[in-house]
């Protein structure tokens, strides 16, 4: 068997697809989460807005990351599905 022969079901690559999605929704949640809990936190001084505005840094970096990573990998992944798919159809 070669070696870029691929064995896969398109549906779950799709599916795979759809979770790395879920995965980016996740992450972006919890980041929104902690920074309403930092908003929240009884912490008044220069400190607090210091590290409000590493956090904001962290936060925008981590978006901008998870959510080319995720797009990149589900384009990659939704093309495969679909030569899958196609390949399937042309099975003599």
């Known amino acids: 068997m070669s070696s870029d022969q691929v064995n896969a079901d398109p549906a779950d690559v799709r599916k795979l697809a759809a979770a790395l999605h879920d995965l ?3 992450v972006l949640e ?3 989460q902690a920074h309403q809990a930092i908003d929240r936190a009884n912490w008044h001084d ?3 807005q210091m590290f409000e505005t590493r956090y ?3 936060h925008k970096h981590t978006t901008s990351f998870v959510s080319g990573q995720v797009r990149e ?3 990659s992944l939704n093309a495969l599905a679909a030569d899958l798919e196609r ?3 042309h099975r003599f």
Do not use: H, I, L, P
Request: avoid cysteine.
């Open 46 to 48: 220069r400190q607090k």
């Open 73 to 75: 990998f589900a384009k």
């Open 30 to 32: 919890a980041t929104k």
């Open 56 to 58: 904001r840094d962290f």
């Open 87 to 89: 390949a399937k159809a």
């Open 24 to 26: 980016e929704r996740k």
